[in-house]
Nanobody, 117 residues
């Protein structure tokens, strides 16, 4: 079974930067896709970014050019570097792992990111 643990969330001023991390444990395979979703109170959980072990990335239009996702295959850790943060980025950020066989999805517990106004 896969376990995902996020860290690095916190309070940041508009225009500031923050990096959140997600450490994966268990058996991790090169075919696993990892990424980040976020959810604000009363809102749907929205896609933010994904990355393959080969480094192929995909971003939501709202964060493209501001956020950068990266992945360390040795440490089984995925990162999200968030720059030029806006109050609208305030949400709980969830780490996500997708296993291609059986289309299984795994989620972390979430880390709070608050951009003050």
């Amino acid at each position: 079974q896969v376990q995902l643990v996020e860290s690095g969330g916190g309070l940041v001023q508009p225009g500031g930067s923050l990096r959140v991390s997600c450490a994966a444990s268990g058996r991790i395979f090169s075919s696993d896709v990892m990424g980040w979703y976020r959810q604000a109170p009363g809102e749907q959980r929205d896609f933010v970014a994904t990355i393959t072990s080969d480094g192929d990335t995909n971003y939501a239009g709202s964060v493209k050019g501001r956020f950068t996702i990266s992945r360390d295959n040795v440490k089984n850790t995925v990162y999200l570097q968030m720059n030029s943060l806006k109050p609208g980025d305030t949400a709980v950020y969830y780490c996500w792992l997708h296993r291609t066989w059986g289309y299984q999805n795994f989620w972390g517990q979430g880390t709070q990111v608050t951009v003050s106004s």
